[in-house]
């Protein structure tokens, strides 16, 4: 695997990371109303689904972002898991990081297939 440098679109998707707090501070443990559970969960949530795949698998054309749609409204459903898109996400990554959504796309099927979801 090619060792990638830090680019505007990498630093954009590591953005979410830097909501994250480094440490708490006395006025947290002191009983404030803040929480770092909530906050951790907010800070997960900042970058909705659809737009992690269509930035992480470059895509460009319109029917492959209605494919994302469709997985997307297939995972809020319930009949995908998020962790098996996950996983299909970073083998399609691993396969060919220039290009990844073919692969996102035939592996996603298959698994889907086997489970009974039609895409």
Known sequence: MRHRKLNRRSLLLLAPLALLPLRTLPAQQAGSTFNNAEALKSARNVTPLLDQLRVGLRTNQNSQIDFLKVV????????LSQAMVNTVYKWAISRND???F??????L????KRRGVSL
């Open 72 to 79: 997307v409204q297939k995972v809020e459903a319930g009949e």
């Open 98 to 100: 220039r290009y990844p």
């Open 102 to 107: 073919p692969y996102f796309q035939v592996g």
């Open 109 to 112: 099927k298959e698994l889907a």
